[in-house]
């Protein structure tokens, strides 16, 4: 995991009188439309201790919209799940539910792996 220490990315001190501190741009992208993404969705098991869980990545937006989505994709399969690292993790193997949810949504999928 990668360790910051303080807000400015672990600077502490600098002997420059004329240094300015230029922090991050943390710009969310813009959502684009539905109908102008196309998201992937696969089945895993790896380090999930043989427990299956879907996952749905490639999604161009902001955090808060994926966190949206991802809330009506669970509600819609009855099941729990997270984003994490910018994917949607769905538990179970519910491929086909997702991707009748995203196409009625207006999304474009893949065939499910």
Not at 65 to 89: F, N, W
Request: proline residues 3%.
């Amino acid at each position: 995991a990668k360790k910051v220490f303080n807000d400015f990315g672990g600077m502490v001190f600098s002997t420059d009188p004329d240094f300015k501190f230029e922090s991050e741009a943390n710009d969310e992208q813009e959502t684009l439309p539905s109908n102008q993404q196309k998201l992937n969705i696969r089945l895993e098991t790896k380090q999930r201790g043989g427990k299956k869980a879907t996952l749905i990545n490639n999604f161009k937006g902001s955090s808060a919209d994926l966190e949206q989505l991802a809330k009506k994709i669970k509600a819609h399969c009855g099941t729990g799940g997270s984003v994490v690292d910018g994917e949607i993790l769905v538990q179970g193997d519910v491929r086909k539910k997702v991707m009748e949810f995203l196409q009625k949504a207006g999304y474009k999928t893949n065939n499910p792996i």
